[in-house]
């Protein structure tokens, strides 16, 4: 324990879910790693030492400086957001516009609008719990979703009906009849537990709705025979009630009576297979993809684990399997995802689902998420969320007891669960499920997978494998002049398939001894082609000296687009476009990599999907990222920076290769030197590094957090407790690897001792079994996602920040929430310090000057000066970090800001995606310590702001998935000024007015604009809804 504590209080500011992956976690999913620190790995090869260790700040690398060998986007996220009923009134002005009586008329909704309640419900303030009632009830009944389900699928719509019919009864009868006595006999007959993790199909329907009747007259008699020293209001009410039943009771003979032949997509109605034919473009369901839906574990909601290659599939069905859940069993669904741009590519694509079937989907990504989640009453929710986001909104859920809405759990590559401290929040998240819900079912699929069996024991889930690929990936290997074919079973491994014949020049030759140029333009510039490059540099570089022999012809192919496309990026960046690009793009090429903006980033990877760029040079980054697939993958070397690439990076760049539906083969060329010829091989045919827990990296850091969680969730109350929780870890699976000097035993005893030390958590030792309690300080931290190694420094620093808080400007709430885990990134340039800091005004240097950072510092630093005096290093960089930041809240352009500091463009992104989450944090934080009150309402506008970065008018466009900010301008320009507009925009017409907006983006992106309207407007009416309900516990006259 003491060497777990000496390596606590070490400086190292790192934060638990930090943006930027470190090198580690890149290669973790299963990678051993070489830094010291986790005294469990011994035995673990492939495990050891992962953790980084708590260094200093001084030692580690500086800046823009974002290494090549760390090359992430910092595409995810920490904790989120607003639900102040002020924000959503804002929120509501700002769009209702659409339900506004001089936009549509109250009595004629659109029918585009399926979140909308009906016409009746549109006077929400005249709503009362009274009509709500029935209408609840027959709504469930009278599904449209329901009108072609097949009577083989009918005990969906048996499960359903039951639930809803049992659920919506009890509840709104709790509601208008306050009579105890009435109100536990129906508990007694109706409330039986609905969910079992294993239902199974109910085989005598007809007599389940017998009894349902019964039960329903038996209600009724029970309401008649209720006390009668009621009041004459109770009376009425129970006169309401006994109405309700009746209209209920004719609806469910209505409805038996239809619903006979209903479900014949899986359980569906055709509704759902046409709309995959017609938004997917998909007619018929791979062979596999059919027989993993008719498992029976899937039938009987057991969880399951299902693994096949790159582009098998999976995702399409996770997707049936939600709409399972949603539209069936009218349960929530929670999809995970491992970026940020997955979450909003996957919200775009499926919000026309939610409107045309009627269920909501919510995004838990970036700044977006609301926590707890809006509770509907008659409408479902798919949130699709980040990991960070995911876990949010699990311990939201428990901590409101609403764990049992969420039906189904899907997580997508579930190797991240071997991430670095990722992982460990997919452990934590997934583990918590599994506790607390005895009805969540989980499933997670992947490509990736070498220790399944350890993963099918932590999730209790069953396994379904296969290794079909729609589109046959031919792997190849090149030496020399010559190309080889991967053939594992050979014991060469490799089989000479051909050798180039591509004329070089000699100049060509020295410039490109790989042949890269021969490679490429055997594909370009009518089929695409990635090139994986080893480091950033290099992408830029390759880019570049493939161009240089490249012939005119390739200018003319897409001029126009290409054109459009540079326009665009020139936009994007203010009148400034990086001359890499712009030398590049006109050939058809660009790059891709984390020192791009958002914007570039966006723009390249949508010009490549629509085939204006032929070629993209990139760094293992986009492997992980959104789906580009390409029909030749090359990798320029088998290093990832300097490092030999591991089996599962290789598997996931060469599975880009061969798109579904356009090529028949997709091919992979790896270029090797002699040298790397016998490490290759064994590269080629290894199996899949293994994915261990994360809970113990970082000495422990993940178990602690999630020990702290368990007692604030109040999951566990005592170590007894905690110890039981941990036994249904991948952690505890993994023990005998993973916990080698001490068990999970004593590691959960020293974890609860340190809390304590700490002063997050409380032990009462009067009783035998001490009770364990989280501090105010613990809450916050866990609250807040904050890392357990700076909470102290946290509350310090804002604690401080309380004396003389400087509102003049942004610049002193920016500094409390400039990321501690930047700071070690940031080497100021003094020059540009001095400059900058002499710009500030008198209040602002005060500020500074009070932080720790006077201006005579600084002035000494820039005229190189050796200064005496120890200075605060952690202050002073974050105070220059907090400049920058500051600046560019100003002028909301990171090229600009970029230039005026002198940094790489990605950093500057990296740092506002980065303060922007963790202003999040820390304003979840404040809300737990009364104390720091103030910040509440100052944080969550700086919140706002730091996500999004842009003129005020343009946020509400960017609230729909995927908005960027030139498409923002371009569209505020084009009249779209807000979410109404675009909601009821015509997408051809919106196509058509934007420069280079694609029919099917534009269709996305009003689909989206319309499942927001809803979502804002439903949460509205839930409040309404909630307002105006008689309270339960209301005392009897
Ligand atoms: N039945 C089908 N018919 C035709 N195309 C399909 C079918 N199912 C999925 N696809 C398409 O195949 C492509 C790859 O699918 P998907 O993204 O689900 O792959 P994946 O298995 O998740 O791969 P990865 O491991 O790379 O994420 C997508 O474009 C998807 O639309
Ligand atoms: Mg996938």
Known sequence: M???????????????????????????????????????S???PDNTERGTSFGGMASLKAVEYCSDSEDFFGDYDSILNDSSFLAKLDDAEQNGVHYSPSAAPLDQPDPNFTALPSSGDNHCLKLSTDNKHSEAIVDGLIDESFK????????FQEEVLENAKQIHWLKENKISTPCKVTERAINDEMVKPAEHKSERPTTSIPQERRSMKDQLKRAMISNAAAPSCVSRTIVLKEAVVAEEINVAMQAMETVSLKATDIGPFFGLPTKVKDLICKLRGINNLYDWQKTCLNLDCVQERRNLIYSLPTSGGKTLVAEILMFRELLCRKKDSLFILPYISLVQEKVRGLASFGLELDFMVEEYAGSKGRFPPVKRRSKRSLYIATIEKAHSLVNCLIETNRLDDIGLVIVDELHMLGD???????????????????????IGMSATLGNIKDLQKFLKAENYTSDYRPVQLREYVKLKDSIYEVDPNEEEVLRLSRVLSFKYSSSMQKMDPDHLIALVTEIIPTNSCLVFCSTKKNCENVAGMICKYLKDEFLLHKEKEKAALLKELRDSGNGTI????????PYGLAYHHSGLTSEERKLVEEAYM???LCLLTCTSTLAAGINLPARRVILRSPYVATEFIKRSQYKQMVGRAGRAGIDSVGESILILQEKDKSLAKSLLCAPVE?????????????????????IGLNIASSLEQVRDFLSGTLLCVQERQLCVERDLREISKDCVELLKEKGLITVSRDTQDPILQVTKLGRATYKGAVDLSYCDMLYEDLSKGLDGLMLHSYLHLVYLVTPYDMISQCKPDWMIYLRQFILLSAAEQKMSAAVGVPESFVARKAAGQTVRKNANMVAVRRLYLAIVLFSLLNDTNVWSTAEKFQLNRGFIQALLNSSSAFCSCVLHFTEELEEFWPFKTLLTELTHRLSYCVQAELIPLMEVAGVMKFRAKQLYNAGYKTLAHLANADPSVLAKTIDNLYKKQANQIVASAKMLVNEKAAALQEEVNDLLMMPKDLPLP
């Open 148 to 155: 072609d389900i097949e009577a083989t699928q009918f005990h």
């Open 42 to 44: 011994k035995n673990c």
């Open 578 to 585: 990086c001359p890499v690009l712009q030398k590049i793009v």
């Open 420 to 442: 670095g401290s990722r992982g460990a929040v997919v452990e934590m998240t997934l583990a918590k499920i599994l506790y607390v819900s005895t009805a969540t079912q989980i």
């Open 2 to 40: 003491d060497k777990m504590n000496t390596k606590w209080q070490d400086t190292k500011v790192k934060r638990a879910h930090s943006k930027k992956r470190t090198r580690d976690s890149i290669e973790s999913h299963q990678t051993p790693a070489k830094k010291g620190g986790s005294a469990s």
């Open 690 to 710: 293994k994915c261990y827990s994360n809970l113990m990296q970082d000495n422990g850091k993940g178990v602690l957090s999630l020990i702290l969680s368990l």
């Open 610 to 612: 629509h085939g204006v």
